[in-house]
């Protein structure tokens, strides 16, 4: 059974950093490639940024230069680490297995709520 355990979320200021954590188990994780995604209140889920099991990242273009997805395969961790946050990246945030041909979420975890305010 797969099951992926986010963490790091909490409210922070706009121009602050914040590290999202999470640990995949059921899986062999080398094999896999990771995402996350995001909701944000009253709109749909977006994919925020994705790294293939041979460490190509994707990200949105509205976290390009921002954000930085990461993975430990001998942790079975993926990170993504945001800085210069802005209220615009008020969300939950989802750790996602990815289909390996089409990139698309396959297994979700519970998500972790990031929010930005001053």
């Known amino acids: 059974q797969v099951q992926l355990a986010e963490s790091g979320g909490a409210s922070v200021r706009p121009g602050e950093s914040l590290t999202l954590s999470c640990t995949a188990s059921?899986?062999?994780?080398?094999?896999?490639?990771m995402g996350w995604y995001r909701q944000a209140p009253g709109k749909e889920r977006e994919m925020v940024a994705t790294?293939?099991?041979?460490?190509?990242?994707d990200y949105a273009p509205s976290v390009k230069g921002r954000f930085t997805i990461s993975r430990d395969n001998a942790k079975k961790t993926v990170t993504l680490q945001m800085t210069n946050l802005s209220p615009e990246d008020t969300a939950v945030y989802y750790c996602?297995?990815?289909?390996?041909?089409?990139?698309?979420?396959?297994?979700w975890g519970q998500g972790t709520q990031v929010t930005v305010s001053a």
């Open positions: 790294i293939r099991s041979a460490y190509i990242t």
């Open positions: 996602t297995t990815l289909d390996g041909r089409t990139n698309l979420p396959t297994n």
């Open positions: 059921g899986i062999i994780f080398t094999f896999y490639s």
